[in-house]
C-alpha cells in the first residue's frame, strides 16, 4: 500500500482516537514524507531495515543532524511503523533495529534575573500607541516571566482560565493534554487586572484573555513574533520565549520554591523534567553548599 495513504490514516488515527495535537501530527507526517523521499520508497512494502538505516546514516553524516534530531525522527518513524505492524502493512518496525545515540546534556538556557527586570521595563516604557498596547504586552511578557506558561498555553488562554481574585490561572489541555492550575503572585495579578480595564474600554468581546488590537479576536502567533522582535531589538537581548519560560524556573528555585510545587506549575509529569533546573540555578546550588553542617569550624 502506498506510504502516503497510510500516512493519512495514521494522522486520523492519531486524532480521533489517540487524541494527539495538531503540531504532534504535523511532526509525524512531515518525518513521514522526508524519509519516504530520502530513501526514494512509494509503497510501504519497500521499506527495509537496509534503506531504514541509511536513512539515518546519511542524516548524520551529510547532514549534520544532532542527536536530538535523530532521536526525533526515530520516535516518530518508530510509532508510525508500530501502527504499520498492528495493522498489518508490516511485519517487523524496522526502528527497533537501529540505536539511537546518547542525547547530549545541556543545561536550559536563562536570563538573569537583572535581564528578565530589564525585559519587562523596556516593554512598559516602548513608545506604544496606546495604553492598550502598553498594558497588554506587559501583561504577556509579565505572565511568561512570573508564570512560565508556554507559548500555545498563553494564546490559548480565555476569560474565564483567569482568576485575579483567587490568583490563579487555569491552562486548558497543556502539552501532553493535561490541564493544571498555575498559581500566580499579588503583582501579576494586578498587571493582568490593568489589562483587563482596558480590555473593557476597547469593548472587545471575544472570549480569548488576550486580545489583538485592531480586531476583535485573540491574539496570535504572528503578533506575539513580531512582539518578540520588537523587545529583542530594544533590549539588545536575544532571548526566546521559551527561554523565559527557563528562567521562570530557575528565579522559582532561587526564590525558595520546592521541585515538586514546580514541577506542578510547570506541567511536567516527571519530575526529572524539573531536576535539570537545580543545575541551571547556581545561586540555588550555592545556598545549598551553604547548608553543610560543618561550615563554621573548618579553618
Known sequence: ????????????????????????????????????????????????????????????????????????????????????????????????????????????????KQEASRILEIVD?????????????????????????????????????????NLSIFIRQGKGSKDRAVPINYRLAETLGRYLEERKKLNRTCSEFFTSYTHNIGFTQSGLKRLLEKIVK????????????HTFATLMLEGGCDIYSLAKMMGHSDIKTTTIYLAASIEHLREQAAKHPLIDIIY
Open 125 to 165: 516604557n516602548y513608545p506604544y500607541q496606546n495604553k492598550f498596547l502598553r498594558y497588554r504586552n506587559y501583561a504577556i511578557f509579565a505572565t511568561f516571566i512570573m508564570a512560565g506558561l508556554r507559548k500555545k498555553e498563553l494564546l490559548s488562554l480565555k476569560l474565564t482560565d483567569v482568576d485575579i481574585e
Open 1 to 112: 500500500m502506498k506510504i502516503q495513504i497510510l500516512s493519512q490514516k495514521f494522522s486520523d488515527y492519531s486524532k480521533y482516537i489517540k487524541g494527539f495535537s495538531v503540531p504532534t501530527i504535523k511532526r509525524y507526517r512531515h518525518v513521514i514524507n522526508y524519509f519516504a523521499k530520502l530513501a526514494g520508497i512509494v509503497e510501504i512494502e519497500q521499506v527495509t531495515p537496509e534503506n531504514s538505516r541509511n536513512f539515518f546514516y546519511h542524516g548524520r553524516t551529510e547532514l549534520n543532524w544532532t542527536a536530538n534530531t535523530f532521536i526525533c525522527y526515530h520516535k516518530s518513524l518508530a510509532v508510525f511503523f508500530r501502527w504499520c505492524v498492528k495493522e498489518g502493512h508490516m511485519t517487523h518496525n524496522t526502528m527497533d533495529d537501529i540505536e539511537t545515540p546518547k542525547l547530549e546534556k545541556r543545561l536550559p538556557s536563562k536570563l538573569t
Open 234 to 245: 530594544a533590549s539588545d537581548i536575544k532571548f526566546t520565549i521559551h527561554k523565559l519560560r
